[in-house]
């Protein structure tokens, strides 16, 4: 028996897994986002696409989830225009540029704890030979720096879009993406650099790991509780480089149409919107696995709950997983549906203003939080 072949086995489950997971966010979020939208605006609100049985007047309508697929349907179906004057190459190669990177950083992240097939499966344990996996895609010692590089790539790709459009208002857009882009990238790495000084490693697994178990008694020991003040500034960061509102300066329908993918339509406009919708998951997962313990429970280990108190319940590997993948995608999902609550309460910044907040506000505290968090770990270390 080839000794590779549970490795490999076991990537391809996992990759399967990421894919399936990224794009159900995808398609679950669109109708989030309608769903969502209706509630504050008091409409009832994505109830239009409906399937009928046939022979009856019954109308499956199911809360409007039929929308989604109608997107999808559409965006598929529908006629691929073109610019007269573009640049093929670079228009063509735009639309996959931003969305596989989006896709690419879900390798890094932890999105459960340590798997042994052989206790779930015991027939067979002899097969896999002992190993155990974590549930991790990529377990890159430097997996923050593989975030930050595949960013980098959707910055080059909308730029691109833009560019290779010729069109005035693409290229506006496109310049606004990218220095809004690399401004708020600045201000996430800087916010993250106090994570790094706490944690002392750039490996997110080894971050989860760390946010295992309690302080003071009963607080779980994570990001959030040991950096407060750069929890809310990455995320303010975060959803700017995700171009969502109020930051949705690239697209500004009412000054650009739709900035950088004017030009585009049919599912290469598709690839554009579900790389947004996907990204909002990318950051809730990132959110999570920074500043919300990732996969962890608060009081939960591999060997079940422990309360204060020491009250203790035991639980079984096959029941551990499934509630840390679980625990790890309800807090994914519930860090979308603040971004969406966000994207619908605050208004559109203007473009100075928001070059201004992240240069002249959010640049600054973020480096005021870097320098307090490494005095803190210079006391704490006696000085030394």
């Not at 199911?62 to 190459?89: C, I, Q, R, S, V």
């Not at 595949?150 to 080059?156: A, C, V, Y």
């Not at 995320?235 to 171009?243: D, F, G, H, Q």
């Not at 549906?337 to 959010?362: E, N, T």
Request: aromatic share 14%.
């Amino acid at each position: 028996m080839n000794v590779f072949m549970p490795d490999l086995v076991v990537s391809l489950v996992f990759i399967t897994y990421a894919i399936v997971v990224l794009l159900s966010f995808g398609g679950l979020l669109t109708w989030v986002e309608r769903k969502q939208a209706a509630v504050m605006s008091d409409r009832i609100g994505a109830n239009r696409a409906y399937i009928k049985i046939p022979f009856t007047n019954i109308k499956l309508v199911w809360l409007g989830l039929f929308h989604g697929m109608a997107d999808g349907l559409k965006m598929l179906l529908k006629e691929n225009f073109k610019p007269k004057t573009h640049d093929a190459l670079g228009y063509f190669l735009a639309p996959f540029i931003v969305f596989a990177p989006v896709l690419l950083v879900f390798a890094v992240i932890p999105f459960g704890g340590t798997l042994d097939p052989a206790q779930l499966f015991p027939s067979l344990a002899s097969w896999f030979g002992g190993r155990t996996y974590p549930l991790q895609i990529a377990q890159l010692d430097a997996g923050i720096l593989i975030v930050f590089a595949f960013s980098g790539l959707t910055i080059i790709g909308t730029m691109l879009a833009g560019w290779s459009s010729e069109n005035k208002f693409s290229l506006l857009g496109g310049l606004r993406a990218g220095s809004q882009m690399i401004s708020y990238e600045l201000v996430m790495a800087l916010t993250i650099m106090g994570l790094i000084l706490v944690y002392g490693t750039v490996d997110l697994g080894a971050i989860v790991r760390q946010q295992s178990g309690v302080m003071l008694g009963v607080l779980p020991k994570w990001g959030v509780f040991m950096q407060p003040f750069a929890a809310f500034l990455f995320l303010t960061a975060a959803i700017a480089e995700n171009k969502r509102i109020p930051f949705d300066l690239p697209e500004a329908e009412s000054e650009l149409i739709a900035g950088y993918y004017t030009e585009y339509s049919a599912m290469k406009m598709g690839l554009f919107m579900f790389a947004e919708f996907i990204q909002i998951a990318i950051v809730g997962a990132l959110f999570t696995t920074l500043f919300l313990g990732g996969y962890n429970l608060p009081f939960m280990s591999d060997a079940g709950f422990l309360f204060p108190g020491g009250h203790a319940v035991a639980l079984s590997h096959g029941l551990v997983v499934p509630l840390q993948m679980l625990g790890f995608l309800a807090k994914v999902f519930l860090m979308c549906v603040i971004q969406i609550q966000i994207r619908w309460s605050l208004p559109r910044f203007r473009y100075d203003q928001m070059l201004s907040f992240a240069w002249k506000m959010l640049l600054p505290l973020s480096l005021a939080n870097l320098v307090v968090t490494a005095v803190a770990m210079w006391l704490m270390g006696g000085g030394q």
